[in-house]
């Protein structure tokens, strides 16, 4: 009986250990087949990876070759050096003076005139009418000193015409003349009032002196 015993598990023993071999056998092939498949995988995405970064870089390379370069301060800089220099316009020339009264220093005349910022009466093509007197005399009255343009072009010279429109403007029974020419210039002249030029005289020519005292005077 034990005899039978030992013979049966040996028996056993010979046919369950080849069948669970047998069994384990797909199983490990397997796995080792998905390892190898997973490491195959693995080795074929580092290649691709390696042959990517080269391209990407070359790429990259090629980007930034082709892209334009940012302006910088010395793009400005020869930009504004290859512009044409600004002509600017001539100066116009001085109007030239025809007559200063010698009554005054030229630089005393200057003077008045540079005080009369802008003509008060202007002469139309027509030249000089009797209502342009009226207004000449007023302006005298209230000024002392007017400035006068004429607008057209004059038949003869300024300093004759004005002239002798201060001397028609005089009244029949005044004792002086209207007014008195002091400079002709351009196309504008300068008329003073008659009787204020002596006054006029003692202002602009007689300087302010400073007494011992200390006061302040004229000479």
Request: glycine share 6%; no cysteine; net charge positive.
């Amino acid at each position: 009986m034990t005899l039978l015993t030992t013979t049966s598990l040996l028996l056993l023993f010979v046919v369950v250990v080849p069948v669970h071999a047998f069994l384990l056998l797909p199983a490990q092939s397997s796995s080792s087949s998905s390892s190898s498949s997973m490491t195959s995988s693995s080795s074929s995405s580092s290649g691709l990876a390696a042959v990517a970064s080269p391209s990407t870089t070359t790429t990259t390379n090629r980007l930034s070759t082709t892209l334009p370069r940012s302006a910088s301060a010395s793009d400005d800089e020869n930009d504004f050096d290859d512009r044409p220099p600004r002509v600017l316009p001539p100066k116009p020339e001085p109007t030239p003076i025809q007559y200063n009264s010698p009554l005054f220093p030229p630089k005393v005349l200057d003077s008045l005139w540079n005080e009369q910022r802008k003509p008060l009466l202007r002469l139309g093509m027509k030249g000089v009418m009797p209502s342009h007197l009226n207004s000449l005399r007023e302006l005298l009255d209230a000024h002392n000193v007017v400035r006068i343009k004429v607008n057209g072009p004059a038949s003869d010279s300024l300093q004759a015409m004005a002239e002798r429109a201060l001397k028609a403007g005089t009244l029949p029974n005044a004792s002086q003349p209207m007014g008195v020419l002091l400079r002709v210039k351009g196309k504008e002249f300068l008329v003073g009032r008659t009787d204020k030029m002596e006054a006029l005289r003692k202002r602009m020519l007689l300087p302010e002196v400073t007494l011992p005292g200390g006061g302040g005077g004229q000479e």
